[in-house]
């Protein structure tokens, strides 16, 4: 069964959707604030957590960015205001998806499920575990990445999105192929989720070694990742 941590300051709210994520088969905790639930994360495993913005004391965003100096699950951010600058920030620190408020638990089970599978997809053994690219690497079966021996801190997301990219070097990866595989889910006509990720994962790769590898737009239709110019053979 697997694990949800539910983070809303709504008792009631959590109430309910812990009450039907149990019909659904999950077994889900309840807290009300960050500081719990940071101290829950490090008392026991969770699968995914669901954590609110808008909460007293330390908020979504702030509870965020500490859960992901130390935990790699995936975090489905939820807001009342349901606004852009929310998801935006909400992805730019690390959630793996963003649920406006309010949504149905119907809903919100799908966005769980689909996160859930990524995770499980992920997990699976490969052909080949280590993908390397003029030092960039990563490995599929322990899912870390890193520049020679510099490790790189990486959302779920974005390590599915650099690991298509390089299995793809050179070639294009489309926006909707990128949205299935690493979200689960079809590109909507407004949605920029897929970039915003894509934008992280450069801001990450920059600093560590920025002339290894460059992840290059193709304009109105998707993403390539290309050798920079420490390629022996450029």
């Not at 053994?125 to 322990?142: F, H, Q, R, V, Y």
Request: hydrophobic fraction near 40%; charge should be negative; charged fraction near 25%.
């Amino acid at each position: 069964m697997k694990q949800i941590l539910l983070v809303d300051d709504d008792i009631e709210l959590s109430r309910m959707l812990a009450e039907y994520l149990q019909l659904e088969g999950f077994d889900a905790d309840c807290v009300h604030d960050g500081t719990t639930a940071l101290a829950r994360l490090e008392q026991q495993h969770y699968d995914l957590m669901v954590l609110d913005v808008m909460m007293p004391g330390l908020n979504g965003f702030d509870t965020l960015k500490q859960v992901r100096r130390q935990h790699r699950l995936p975090v489905l951010m939820m807001s009342a205001r349901g606004e852009e600058v929310d998801r935006i920030i909400g992805l730019e620190v690390g959630a793996d998806d963003y649920l406006p408020k309010p949504c149905s638990p119907r809903e919100l089970v799908a966005r769980i499920n689909a996160n859930l599978r990524r995770v499980s997809l992920e997990q699976q053994p490969e052909a080949s575990a280590l993908l390397t690219i003029n030092g960039l690497w990563i490995d599929t079966d322990t899912l870390r990445a890193g520049f020679d021996d510099q490790n790189l801190e990486l959302t779920h997301t974005e390590f599915v999105i650099l690991r298509l990219l390089m299995e793809q070097q050179g070639k294009l990866v489309t926006r909707d192929n990128l949205m299935r595989q690493a979200l689960n889910r079809r590109l909507g006509p407004f949605d920029r989720s897929i970039d915003m990720h894509l934008s992280n994962l450069r801001r990450k790769l920059g600093p560590a070694h920025p002339d290894a590898v460059e992840i290059r737009t193709v304009r109105g239709s998707g993403y390539m990742l290309i050798k920079g110019a420490t390629d022996a053979d450029s």
